[in-house]
């Protein structure tokens, strides 16, 4: 349960209120950062289990998070592994894994107060769209987007990663 809270609370919404003003980047949640392999992110959740995600790629799995009353799954991508490999790449060993991308996906319905939320804690987004929001911290990069999942399902996912080092979008 302690990650459940430090997951919603310090990653995604901040202890669950509206900051008066935006912040400024994600120092992290509970000394997570970008780059860490499965066995240093192991020591800080050791409630990880890895398995697939919504798309049947692998991924680190958390468990869900509940912000109001919305439901999340968190998934934790690895650069290179699962959805993030590239075209033809050998799988690589787990012990070479490193963290690269956390989603978490909700019901299409819920992208509306997510984004609302993710307005109130980063400030207005660098890009919107009525599917796409974009917020471009320092050293990362969140996206909100509803996505097709399936031929009958949209979700809506939460997108963290590292911030590219370059003026594009």
Request: with cysteine.
């Amino acid at each position: 349960m302690r990650v459940v809270a430090l997951v919603s609370a310090a990653m995604l919404f901040g202890c669950l209120t509206l900051a008066a003003e935006p912040q400024k980047d994600l120092p992290g949640w509970t000394n997570t950062r970008w780059g860490m392999s499965v066995e240093q992110l192991r020591k800080i959740h050791p409630e990880m289990t890895i398995g697939e995600d919504y798309m049947g790629f692998t991924a680190g799995r958390l468990p869900d998070v509940s912000v109001g009353d919305t439901k999340l799954s968190v998934y934790l991508q690895f650069k290179d592994v699962g959805g993030q490999a590239k075209q033809g790449q050998q799988p690589l060993p787990q012990s070479e894994w490193k963290l690269g991308r956390v989603e978490l996906v909700a019901d299409k319905s819920a992208c509306y107060k997510l984004a609302e939320t993710l307005t109130a804690k980063y400030g207005q987004p660098a890009h919107s769209e009525p599917t796409f929001h974009l917020w471009v911290l320092p050293t990362t990069t969140v996206r909100l987007v509803v996505s097709l999942v399936s031929a009958h399902e949209d979700k809506c996912i939460v997108i963290y990663h590292p911030t590219d080092k370059s003026d594009s979008l």
